[in-house]
């Protein structure tokens, strides 16, 4: 295939962010990521937080927390905050998605994360790849290289498998992630994200 865009979609701690850095130096292509959050806020004229605090929810207490917190005085007394938890925050998807297909169509690109294998299927010369693992595989090899304890990487993974899921489901209504989403998955339980990329990039030669 004549390939000049890889998608990387990753688990945490599976090492897709190695995987795509190093396609991205072996074939000249730009790397992208924080670039999208980035040109999405400059559309916005918001912060980058702001932009990707939209790709983030917190857990059920934390927003109602905050929507207590937002919530008006009232003056008979009771709180506001009991139709305000349902109240979508601001919503910068679109946003993110246009930037995702503009940097596609400037080619020779690989884009890590952000859904971006979703909004392109079927863009020509495209590789979608899904770079995964374990549960247990993946805590592992974030304790040894964020220096967590086995406690905290496993809650981090934990959370962030919930995001992801609730990432796809409100920006591309996927309520279940499937591997024919993907053109190739690799498993990082068993080959190192070396090897991975390595894999990659044989597709990409085609």
Partial sequence: MDCRLVCISRSLGAGGEEVGRRIAEAFGFRYADEEIIMRAAEKAGVSPETVADAERTPGL???????????????EGWSAHVYLVS??????EG?????????????????????????????????RVLVTGSAE????RLAS???????EATKSVRESDRQRKDFLRRFYDISEELPTH????VNTDV??????????????RG
């Fill in 61 to 75: 207490m934390v927003r109602i927390l905050e929507s207590i917190g937002r919530a008006p005085i009232d003056p």
């Fill in 87 to 92: 109240e979508p925050p601001r919503s910068y």
């Fill in 95 to 127: 946003l993110i998605v246009r930037v995702i297909r503009e940097i596609a169509g400037e080619g020779s690109a690989v884009i890590v994360a952000h859904g971006a294998s979703v909004p392109l299927a079927g863009t020509p010369g495209l590789l």
């Fill in 137 to 140: 595989g993946r805590a592992a």
């Fill in 145 to 151: 290289e964020a220096g967590l304890s086995e406690a």
């Fill in 182 to 185: 993907y053109d190739m998955v």
């Fill in 191 to 204: 080959l190192t994200p070396a090897q991975a990329a390595a894999a990659v990039a044989a597709a990409v």
